[in-house]
């Protein structure tokens, strides 16, 4: 179980859509993910959002006119997802074990994008099998792109990862930092509390391990 199943119990899938859609309502921008993603893009490009849950970055993405494939664990967010874009591939699978090949997928996006605290909410012990994973899901140039907390304001449960030993995981993975920002609005980093990276797999990945 993942820290995100022991915080929510996998139930929260309408909850969450409905916070993002009151939200949305009230005039907040909820697409900046998608946004800072498109930029890195060229038409058409193929996306992984990885740790979809609704979907909210993918369907923007898709909406933008990229290809876009959505995985996450919590049915109840995937539920959510593909009744707001049933023309959408939403595929249920673990980050740990994730095998595109299991999936049907064509391990050769341009982007994975693993946003809304991906990496501090994975069961601890996993992260660095999860950047490979992801890495391995790459065509070479592709760019990883996560965003995530890293202390206790910016997080729903205790810190669990540095940017030092998620710059280490990316690196045995194959993936070199390009930029890191402190906002999905590309505002320079700081030192703070939210970091967003981009990295790009410059050689091979090495074989995932068994799951």
Known sequence: MNRWQELTGGVSGDEYAARFAELARSGK???????????????????????????????????????????????????????QAPGLPWHRTDLAAFDPAALGIAADFDLVVAAGNVFPLLAPGTEATVVERLAGALR??????????LDAAHLPVPPGITLSEYDAYCAASGLALV??????????????????????????SPEPADA
């Open 29 to 83: 921008d909820v697409h900046g993910e998608a946004r800072f993603c498109s930029a890195l893009l060229p038409a058409g490009a193929r996306v992984l959002d990885a740790g979809c849950g609704t979907g909210r970055v993918a369907i923007r993405l898709a909406e933008l006119g990229h290809d876009c494939v959505g995985i996450d664990l919590d049915d109840s967010m995937l539920d959510v997802a593909r009744a």
């Open 140 to 149: 070479p140039g592709g760019l990883l792109v996560a965003g995530f907390g």
């Open 179 to 204: 930029d890191r920002f402190a906002t999905w609005d590309a505002d320079p980093y700081d030192g703070g509390g939210y970091a967003v990276s981009v990295h790009t797999r410059v050689s091979p």
